[in-house]
């Protein structure tokens, strides 16, 4: 919810921004540009303003505007918890395993496996008394969601599949978020195509016009229609773009979690496993 109310709130920025943009510099510049022009018996110059000026070009503005937020604010997430993969959260949980199986019986041995279960309950209590804005992280979510799976079935071949899944999933939530980055990259090249047809059919009711030696109308609207296409296709490239930068840090997450679940926790809990299941001497 939080992220829904800052997303609109950001949409709401982007359109009084834009707009009054708009009102208070863009379309009186143009205006004054386009009489000076038709003063002179000349066609519309290729100002920015000029290319700015219309509805359509307006509507792909705010939408880029706000489709930059949405994408930044994922990055940000992203990059303001790499360094949670800094951080051993099961440090001192099995380290002492191997050298307790291969001194001690098959007394020991248990006892030393109750301590290690003690060990990663504790680990997983503080795992879960972590701040909430870290709990909601995906490398601790699949971390604890792994951890609890071993404590219950102390198999780590399930451990392996809970951690699977937690990945599957993370990637399919992510992939999920960016449904609305993707319609936007497709909304605004539509917009300008719209704006392409808006000019084309007030070129075309300018006919009779041109026909009579006046193509200053003919040349305006058509000005419209390639324009709108020429803004909105631009936006498009740009957008695009920031997708597969956000893609790019978003596929690094779903690896560098896995990498961390296998390397922090299936290598130890396999480790002793291995050490619980050897002969003894």
């Known amino acids: 919810m939080p992220g829904l109310v800052k997303s609109g709130a950001a949409l709401i920025v982007s359109i009084v921004a834009v707009h009054l943009t708009y009102i208070g510099y863009i379309r009186p510049q143009a205006e004054v540009v386009m009489e000076a022009a038709r003063a002179a018996g000349q066609s519309a110059p290729r100002d920015l303003v000029v290319i700015l000026k219309d509805y359509e070009q307006e509507i792909c503005l705010i939408l880029m505007f706000w489709g930059i937020f949405l994408i930044a604010g994922k990055c940000f997430a992203i990059l303001k918890d790499r360094y949670l993969f800094q951080v051993d959260f099961l440090d001192g949980a099995t380290g002492n395993t ?26 997983l209590k503080s795992l879960e008394g972590l701040p909430q804005q870290v709990r909601d992280t995906p490398l601790v979510r699949t971390l ?56 084309i059919g007030e070129a075309l009711a300018q006919a009779d016009q041109a026909l009579a030696g006046d193509i200053a109308g003919m040349t305006e ?26 893609q790019r840090l978003q596929d690094g997450l779903v690896v560098d979690t896995q990498g961390y679940c296998e390397s922090f926790l299936l290598n130890r809990i396999s480790t002793e496993e291995h050490h619980e ?5």
């Open 98 to 123: 191997a050298a307790g199986n291969s001194t001690a019986g098959d007394g020991a041995k248990g006892d030393d496996t109750g301590k290690d279960n003690q060990d990663l309950s504790s680990v």
């Open 144 to 199: 604890t969601a792994s951890l609890r799976r071993y404590l219950i079935t102390k198999n780590v071949q399930d451990t392996s599949d809970a951690i699977d899944s937690s990945i599957e999933a993370l990637a399919v939530k992510l992939e999920a978020e960016n449904s609305m980055i993707r319609y936007l990259i497709w909304a605004i090249p539509s917009l300008g195509f719209i704006g392409t047809v808006r000019g």
């Open 221 to 246: 609207s058509l000005g419209v229609a390639f324009n709108s296409t020429f803004v909105a296709l631009l936006i498009s490239i740009g957008l695009m773009f920031l997708l597969h930068q956000l």
């Open 277 to 281: 299941t050897a002969p003894q001497s």
